[in-house]
């Protein structure tokens, strides 16, 4: 005990950060509340130390201008909600964005972030382990149909992926072929969660972006075998019974209910149709200034079926803030991935723009911008863009 209160006193205030900060990401795949005390300790450890006044200086930076709209238009969206309740608790989300001034004002490095990606990919190959024995019947899931640590399917897709787009861009950059096994061994070890999630949304992503993976591992190769490999990666995914038997059962389900779907009804297997079909016709009557933060139950309580937001960043922005909302929306990922694609060589510039394509299209089937997990993940990531303006050279 006296040894630990020797080296936290003995302990610069920015590695503490760090510290947790690196805690925080080994524990999103977990869920909400242990990466929410992780950066509590962060924050505390941030405002002791006086980093808070970096504030003044990152607010300058023309990365961070995108984050504007998202703190101040959930209070603009308030004087006209029509539902001060919800609108107040989607407002209060706003909290979570000092996240970013936390990893923008750290000391960073190409060494610290190799740190904080092993433990998150740590945290996630925990994960994948509890849904392997889960899986084959040694433990009971922690949480009824949803495998590892029982996070909802959104979450822990949107990780995954990340993860595994991250490991293979280091698996590129490897110079021993013991770290490309390991590494080999990771991604193979995040597509076996994902082909054991019943998460649809996820499925789509991983063919999207697996492109990208099959570049980083066959990065020897010609175009042909990259793109061979991109098949094989999604027929592995598809080999999985439990990926088959989601995707058989949503075409048969989709195929009863087309009907009822293509006139807007609310169809009980598949809600979001419904919430779509909803938040269009929201924005088309109220095109400018949308209706308000935390509005959406009012119109889709009177059309027969309530919903707090349509399950996709882009339409809850526009249905509650109209084309500001729209506009501000595509304008953060736009930076984003503009500044993370000009340094996709380097392992910051990757993770950051992993992290943004991952959101960008997870954001068409959830709204990730309200999901605590999903946004502290990306605020956390967004401040690192910080780093990028002084970080160059391969990893």
């Known amino acids: 005990m006296l040894n630990l209160k020797w080296q936290l006193s003995n302990t610069k205030p920015d590695d503490l950060i760090f510290y947790f900060i690196v805690l925080t990401f080994f524990l999103l795949p ?15 450890f941030w405002l002791i130390s006086g980093k808070i006044l970096q504030i003044k200086s990152i607010i300058r930076q023309s990365w961070f201008f995108p984050v504007i709209p998202f703190l101040i238009l959930p209070w603009i969206g308030l004087l006209y909600s029509q539902n001060l309740d919800i609108g107040m608790d989607y407002a209060l989300k706003t909290k979570y964005w000092i996240a970013l001034f936390i990893t923008a004002g750290l000391t960073f490095d190409e060494k610290r972030l190799t740190i904080l990606l092993k433990w998150f990919w740590a945290g996630l190959l925990m994960g994948a382990f509890l849904a392997l024995i889960q899986f084959i019947g040694i433990m009971t899931p922690i949480r009824k149909g949803f495998l590892g640590f029982g996070v909802v399917h959104t979450l822990i897709c ?105 006139k807007g009804e609310d169809v009980k297997d598949f809600p979001r149709f419904f919430m779509v079909h909803e938040a269009v016709r929201i924005m088309i009557g109220h095109p400018i200034i949308g209706i ?104």
């Open 158 to 262: 949107m990780y995954l992926i990340v993860g595994i787009m991250t490991a293979s861009f280091y698996f590129e950059k490897a110079e021993s072929w013991k770290d490309r096994c390991v590494l080999l061994f990771l991604i193979l070890a995040f597509i076996f969660h994902l082909a054991v999630l019943k998460g649809r949304s996820g499925y789509l992503i991983f063919g999207i972006i697996s492109p990208f993976v099959a570049n980083n591992l066959m990065y020897r190769f010609s175009l042909k075998i990259k793109m061979a490999v991109s098949i094989i990666l999604v027929c592995a995914l598809l080999s999985s019974p439990v990926v088959r038997e989601v995707i058989k059962g949503t075409f048969i389900k989709l195929n009863d209910q087309k009907e009822k779907i293509l």
């Open 30 to 44: 977990t869920g909400t509340a242990p990466p929410l005390i992780s950066l509590g300790l962060a924050i505390l």
């Open 292 to 395: 308000g933060t935390g509005s959406l139950t009012e119109p889709s309580k009177a059309a027969g079926h309530l919903f707090p937001h349509p399950h996709n960043n882009f339409l809850y922005m526009g249905a509650s803030y109209g084309i500001f909302g729209i506009a501000a929306c595509f304008w953060l990922f736009w930076k984003m991935f503009r500044l993370s694609w000009n340094l996709r060589k380097t392992a910051l510039g990757y993770f950051v723009f992993s992290t943004c394509i991952v959101l960008f299209i997870g954001g068409m089937f959830d709204t990730q911008i309200l999901n605590t997990g999903t946004l502290l993940f990306l605020t956390l990531t967004y401040g690192l863009m910080n780093h990028m303006r002084n970080h160059a050279g391969p990893s």
